[in-house]
């Protein structure tokens, strides 16, 4: 024998028979039934999500530079690591003195020497738009050198400070003093008489 598991689908609601009849090998069987309901399908529709549109973000503008160059140096910039999440469709550039341009990279002279802010705006699809700056340094090749840092005088290391001595305290010499003898009792005279034989 063996467990056979049959499926079923019920259309409709209601009171249904269910009749099982098994038979064996020996044309003898036995049958079985038992009752079921089928009750209304009461599943819960749920709502469709809503979808919640994010706000754009504006683009990341990034300079890509040197720090120095030199008075009549051809100075490239580039502007291709500026990232958007939308297209970037324009790049505008800055110099610093009173010069400007436009597109991913650019180059530059500058004239005189000194130290010039670049900037560049980006702006994406959207008309969203972002700044980014930095200061380059222009210096004159032909002009004198610039002087020397100053450096401080190093202070010598601090010498020793000598210790004086301890002078010998005087040590006082006794004065001597007279003998002093002890007095012995005077020893009375004694009168001896020699008597004649």
């Known amino acids: 024998?063996?467990?056979?598991?049959v499926n079923h689908t019920y259309k409709q609601p209601g009171d249904y028979t269910v009749?099982?009849?098994?038979?064996?090998?020996?044309?003898q069987n036995d049958t079985t039934s038992w009752s079921v309901t089928i009750d209304p399908a009461t599943a819960t529709i749920l709502p469709a999500p809503t979808a919640t549109a994010q706000p754009a973000q504006p683009p990341v503008?990034?300079?890509?530079g040197p720090t120095q160059a030199e008075v009549g140096?051809?100075?490239?910039?580039?502007?291709g690591y500026?990232?958007?999440?939308?297209?970037?469709?324009?790049?505008e550039w800055g110099f610093g003195d009173g010069q400007t341009a436009t597109g991913m990279g650019v180059t530059h002279v500058y004239g005189?020497?000194?130290?010039?802010?670049?900037?560049?705006?980006?702006?994406?699809?959207?008309?969203?738009?972002?700044?980014d700056s930095y200061d380059i340094d222009?210096?004159?090749?032909?002009?004198?050198?610039?002087p020397p840092p100053t450096q401080e005088p190093t202070p010598a290391p601090d010498e020793p400070t000598p210790t004086?001595?301890?002078?010998?305290?005087?040590?006082?010499?006794?004065?001597?003093?007279?003998?002093?003898?002890?007095?012995?009792?005077?020893?009375p005279p004694t009168a001896a008489i020699d008597a004649p034989a």
Request: no cysteine; hydrophobic share 30%; proline share 15%.
């Open 73 to 79: 140096e051809t100075v490239v910039f580039d502007g």
């Open 138 to 146: 222009i210096i004159d090749a032909n002009g004198p050198p610039p």
């Open 112 to 131: 005189a020497p000194g130290t010039y802010n670049v900037t560049l705006t980006v702006t994406d699809q959207n008309g969203l738009s972002e700044t």
């Open 164 to 187: 004086a001595a301890p002078e010998p305290e005087p040590t006082a010499t006794p004065e001597p003093q007279p003998e002093t003898r002890p007095l012995l009792p005077a020893t």
């Open 82 to 91: 500026s990232q958007a999440d939308s297209p970037i469709v324009s790049f």
């Open 61 to 64: 503008a990034q300079i890509n």
């Open 1 to 5: 024998g063996g467990n056979l598991v």
């Open 19 to 27: 009749q099982l009849t098994l038979e064996n090998d020996i044309n």
